[in-house]
C-alpha cells in the first residue's frame, strides 16, 4: 500500500470538508476568521483524519462517512498547536517553517483562534447527519478535556524530570497525544458501524499507536533538552525499541480486522517510523 498516496487523498478530502464547513475569511470579524485559517491551511501531515478515514474502512465502510471526525480530530489537533506555541506555554515563534498564530495576529487573537477552533470541531461534528455521533462527539470531548489533551499539557508544562520515571513520562504521552490519535481511529470506526468489540479492539490500537507516535517525536528531538521524553530514561535505542514493540502490539490488537485494516496497519507503521 501507498501511505503516501494514502496520506495525500486523506488531507484532501478534509481540506475540502474543512473549508467548506469554517466562516469565510472576508467574514466578520475578517481578523479572526483569518487567524483561525492561518495555521489550518496549509497544514501539516493530516494524520489524524487519515486515521479517522482508516477507521472507518478497517469495519467495511467507505471512507468517506468518517468525514466529519476527520474534520473535527484536526480541529482539535490545530487550536491545541495554536494555544501550545503562546509565550505562556511553548513560546514558539514558528511552526512549520511559518510565523505562529500569535505572532502573525497577536496574543489575544491567537487564544480566541484557539477556542473557536475547539468550538468549530463540535459543531462540524453535530452536523453529521449519523444516529451515532452523539457517541463520536462524547469520544471527543473524553480525548480533548481535562481527562486527557488538556490535562497531558497541564502536566506536561509542570513536569519534573527529577522525579520522572518512564511510566509517568507514558502517562503524560499517552493523554497529550495519544488520546486523541485514538479518538480518529475510533470515532471513523463508529461512524463507520463498527461493533463495541472492534471499537474496544480499535481504542487499544489507537492508543499504543499514539504512544509509539509520541515516543517517536521524542527520538527526533533527541538532544532539544525536553523535561517529559522517553530518550532522557531509556536513551535514543531504547526509546526506539519501546516504541517499535509498541507498534508491534498495537498491530497484534487489530489482526482479526484483515485486509480492510490494511490502511490503518500503513498508517500507525508510517506514524512510528516517520522522519518528521
Ligand atoms: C494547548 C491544550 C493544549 C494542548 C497542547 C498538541 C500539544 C498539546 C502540544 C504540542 C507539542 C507536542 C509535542 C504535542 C504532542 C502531539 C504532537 C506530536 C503533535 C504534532 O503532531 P503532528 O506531527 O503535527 O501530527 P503536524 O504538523 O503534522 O500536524
Redesign the pocket.
Known amino acids: 500500500m501507498d501511505v503516501q498516496g494514502y496520506l495525500a487523498e486523506s488531507a484532501a478530502r478534509v481540506e475540502r470538508f474543512l473549508d467548506e464547513s469554517l466562516p469565510a475569511v472576508d467574514e466578520p470579524p475578517a481578523r479572526l476568521h483569518a487567524a483561525m485559517r492561518h495555521l489550518l491551511f496549509p ?6 483524519p487519515a486515521l479517522a478515514f482508516a477507521g472507518a474502512e478497517a469495519v467495511g465502510a467507505a471512507p468517506e462517512r468518517a468525514l466529519p471526525i476527520a474534520g473535527a480530530v484536526e480541529l482539535v ?5 495554536v ?2 506555541d ?1 509565550p505562556c ?2 513560546d514558539d515563534d514558528e ?2 517553517g511559518l510565523p505562529t498564530v500569535h505572532v502573525a495576529f497577536g496574543e489575544a487573537t491567537a487564544v480566541l483562534a ?1 477556542d473557536a477552533l475547539l468550538t468549530e470541531a463540535f459543531a462540524v461534528l453535530a452536523l453529521a447527519d449519523e444516529s451515532r455521533v452523539a457517541g463520536v462527539i462524547g469520544d471527543l470531548a473524553e480525548a480533548a478535556g481535562s481527562r486527557e ?2 490535562g ?2 497541564h502536566d ?1 508544562l509542570s513536569f519534573d524530570s527529577q522525579a520522572a520515571t518512564p511510566e509517568s513520562v507514558e502517562s503524560v ?1 499517552r493523554r ?2 495519544a488520546a486523541l490519535i485514538a479518538a480518529s481511529v475510533v470515532g471513523g470506526a463508529r461512524l463507520g458501524g463498527g461493533d463495541a468489540e472492534r471499537l474496544g479492539r480499535l481504542r487499544r490500537f489507537g492508543l499504543q499507536v499514539g504512544v509509539a ?2 515516543i517517536a ?1 521524542d527520538v527526533l ?1 533527541a538532544g532539544d533538552d525536553e523535561p517529559c521524553s522517553l530518550v532522557s530514561h531509556l536513551g535514543v535505542e531504547g526509546a526506539r525499541r519501546r516504541a517499535e514493540d509498541l507498534l508491534e502490539s498495537a498491530l497484534a490488537e487489530i489482526e482479526d480486522l484483515g485486509e480492510p485494516a490494511e490502511a490503518l496497519r500503513e498508517l500507525a507503521r508510517f506514524a512510528v517510523r ?1 522522519d ?1
Do not use: A, E, I, P
Open positions: 497544514g501539516g501531515k493530516r494524520l489524524r489537533h490545530t487550536y491545541s498547536l494555544h501550545d503562546l506555554m511553548d511552526r512549520r484557539g489533551l488538556v497531558g499539557q506536561d504521552h497529550k497525544s507516535f509520541q517525536d528531538d516517520r518528521r
